[in-house]
């Protein structure tokens, strides 16, 4: 039997964050201001053409899988980012209280969408932030690193956006706010997960210090429509 995280965007477009995006058929996307993942019910080529006939919007799509797929026309420009999809087995963090620690607001957008344009720890739009939680550490009025959630399923929620700017590397903040994040997580009685590219090896290693074991390995394929 299929674990739910084994189709995370499609299960929490059909749960927890369905007024994000909508749902047609076998497809499903989140609102194009607000993330570009789309899932299928099952990874098919009669589902993939029934994306790019439904699929409300012509910018490229981040299909995400579990399942390895050669994906044909009509779509184009198909790009594979393979990964991991990791989970938290640690203990209940202790309570972080930092003043630097701020809730991160509308009036924060611009300052968040450069450091995620800096960092690209995946993909943040204007209204990434409605996924909601989102905290993030402050030199002087400059956001230099931050951490929200993204994907939220019954009985799990996704650590995500988790990114610090390179001039201040190595001073734990990172580590803070992904901690914060854990311990919201579990007072809410879920457990945290999260996605990290296969070739990021520093974040892995920082996520396993934290208690975050690799569950299954996941696929992320950047699609476009011909044009």
């Known amino acids: ?9 499609w299960h929490a477009l059909n749960t927890e964050n369905a007024d994000l995006g909508h749902i047609s058929g076998p497809a499903a ?8 993942f789309v899932a ?7 589902n993939l053409l029934d994306l790019y006939l439904t699929v409300p919007f012509d910018d490229t799509v981040i299909f995400v899988t579990d399942t390895k797929l050669d994906i044909e026309t009509p779509w184009a420009n198909v790009i594979s980012i393979p990964g991991y999809q990791m989970l938290y087995h640690g203990e209940v963090p202790p309570a972080i209280e930092d003043e630097k620690t701020v809730v991160l607001e509308e009036q924060h957008i611009p300052q968040m969408l450069a450091l995620t344009k800096l960092t690209n720890p995946g993909p943040f739009l204007p209204g990434t932030i409605d996924f909601g939680h989102y905290e993030g550490t402050f030199s002087g009025n400059e956001l230099i690193s931050m951490a929200g959630q993204r994907l939220h399923v019954p009985g799990f929620a996704e650590i995500s ?3 610090t700017d390179p001039g201040h590397l190595g001073k734990g903040y990172a580590r803070q706010l992904v901690l914060r994040q854990v311990r919201r997580i ?14 990021n090896q520093r974040a892995i290693k920082v996520y396993e210090s934290l208690g975050f074991k690799t569950r299954t390995d996941i696929f992320f394929y950047a699609l476009t429509k011909k044009s």
């Open 161 to 163: 956006a988790v990114c």
């Open 1 to 9: 039997m299929k674990h739910i995280l084994d189709n995370p965007v």
């Open 40 to 46: 299928l019910v099952e990874p098919t080529q009669e």
């Open 186 to 199: 579990l007072s809410a009685s879920e457990t945290p997960f999260l996605h990290v590219k296969a070739t």
């Open 29 to 36: 996307c989140f609102s194009p201001a607000v993330s570009p």
